[in-house]
């Protein structure tokens, strides 16, 4: 089984299902993470934790623990509804 | 009919921006019942209207005080119509709100705004057909460039007067059936116009809807099991994912996109920089650099702005003070009046009011990169160090603000997202050795001969005491409050809005400015009274007389709390730690006062009393750890009951920060007493031990305050 955690930086996935409960539960799907969204890993903060995501067009962060609690399935190809991002590409530097 | 009207939305659509621009200057500001968050009502321009500003939110959720009080005012106050703002360069999330804002059966209009960004980027959206598909009138909107403003008014005039309430949204049958199961089950019990959403709600597991109508879920948990079965999920995750189904639906067919640029938006492209792995560290290091340069540093290298203003206007109170004074003496004004006019109220209420040209200068900066964006960054890069502590990566603004003036430190709390860390915060900015309290440390400084290490110590204990109060107050959830998840949205960086950020500066300049005169004044009078009168009410005309004063009287009393601490035995110490609560520079110029006779005497002949009088280093240093981790004074403490909304958990604060000083003030004393070969009264060293007993303890222990329930993680 694959989290949101596993998902390297520039990498996509496909959600399948969330764990957890009560408010992280509840903030995780009010913020539109929900079953069969595409997600992108953006980055990494500098310090190794949070991660950032888009999701539905916007930028998200959460930190590893909480991004365990979602369930994902590595998506192969690119994420096909991405809105206005381009970000599927790996980060660059600059 | 004056109808009201409240507008809802996610923070960072546009929200505030829309409500300036339809309420003009007409605002009032005051907080939610038994919360601190800022409500906002403003009369609408044009309109016979009034408009209440919800706070920024993305769903109608129980977890959050933001989403409670929402919910609340719809639910009781009953509004004529909503305007619900989405920023339409993010429609989907933001439409989330939405859907649950219909099912609430309150005439609503979508006011979707960032119109011209839409534009700017070459998108186009079919407003026409998302109107339809909620049944819905949507305006499209410019808050910042003021467009259609006034369409949107007439539109919401117009619901509201003919009650359009929305149509139901249908999701698929097996939701419904549910919902339908549910509404069933509440009919009677909930206003008919909201049965809908408590239906919703009642499925979705929400823990209010629960605890009000308990049992309901159970009568209905046949068709919840069914609902479960059928989609292979739990049902507040399947009704999440309706809601989001139904809306791309709706938003994918509405938009047409434009080619994106391959680069990424500009906003990526500095946001890359910001964040990244190497130099984001170094750029927030930098930042911070140059706020603290511009409005607090002053020292060898040079004097910030900030310091430069509030010397100049500092300098301008003590002029204004003696030529006030003059004029007394002059025109033979009596010397009580004088004296509780330019020793008490000027000198008290100048003192503080010294620091508000710091302060302007510290907002602009921090309210610049709130407006800008970066806040966010900040909390995403500093999170993995701050989280131990319990406290957020925006903690930091704060924390460094307070070693200017514990005040606007306590005040910058505010823009931290969870209640848990913002409560924290405030209630340990103060333990950060403010500006006010140098004189104190160099008096202490040269009364241990061994100059730097005292401030070493301060500023390290302050941050030491900054660190495990976050882990200690976490643990006593009724001050700390509920902590919340930190999943976070990053928002597109932007230029601020000239207006919005004047606004703000001067909201909070303004807000200083009032406790000055109202908390300030009052505590100035107070101690004024008490160190000039005795218990006959006998005025005591000159400084030497203290001795006899009230303040003495309370000192002698106050002292015996002291004994264990090696500092006891003299009441002048007691009544300078008291006169510290009107401002901490009193602590040294009251010593000044009692112990040579001059209120303006040198720190060095202070410090020398000061040994001379206690006679060993080990009390010296335990009189300094009270006085400077102690309760602040009563400016940062009304600061601290603002942030804290009551004044039970202000107490407590500020009985936790006391404690914690007698504590670490008597641990000290032992410790280095010991070290030093000072002869110590057996019972302190029993307080010692005691004291880190119980440190370590409420430190280590799950749940050391017995909270019922215990403490969720």
Redesign the interface.
Known sequence: MHTLKDIPIGGSARVK??YGE???????????I????DIQVR????????I?ITV????????KA?AELIEVERSVQEAP?D?????CRK???? | MTFTIALAGNPNCGKTTLFNALTGSSQRVGNWPGVTIDKKVGKIKGADAELVDLPGIYSLSPYSPEEIVSRDFIVNEKPDAIINIVDATNLERNMYLTMQIIDMGIPMVLAMNMMDEVERRGDHIDIEFISKSLGVPVIPISAAKKENIDKLVETVVDVAQNRKCPPDVIYDDSVEATVQAAKKALEGKVPAENLRFYAFKLVDGDPLVNEQFPGVRDSIKEEIDALEKEHDDLADSIIADCRYTRIVEIVHQAITKAPVDERGSLSDRIDRIVTHKIVGIPIFIAVIAVVYFLALYDGPLMTSPGAYATGWLNDWFDQLGQDVGQWCTDNGVSEITSGILVNGIMAGVGAVLGFLPQMAIMFTCLIILEEVGYMARVAFVMDRIFRYFNLSGKSFIPLLVGTGCGVPGVMSSRTIESESDRRITAMTVTFMPCSAKLPIISAIAGALAGNMWVAVYAYFMGMVLVILSGIVLKKFQKLSGNPAPFIMELPPYHVPKVYGVLKGIFDRCWSFVKKAFTVVLLASVIVWFLCHFDFTLTYLDSDTQMGDSILATLGRCLAYVFVPLGWGDSWELAASTFTGLMAKENIVATLGIVLVGDSEAAISSVSEALANLLGNNAAVLSFFSFNIFCAPCVAAIGAIHRELGDWKSTGLAVLYQCTVSYLIAIIVYAVYGSFLGVDIAWYSYVLAVISVVVLVYVLIAKDPFRQKGGVKS
């Open positions: 299902k969330l009560g408010a992280v539960r509840r903030h995780i799907m009010d913020m539109g929900t079953k069969g969204v980055k990494v903060a500098p310090l190794g934790d949070p950032e539905r067009g916007y930028q998200l962060t959460l930190r909480d509804n809105i206005h991002d381009s970000t980060p660059q530097l600059w």
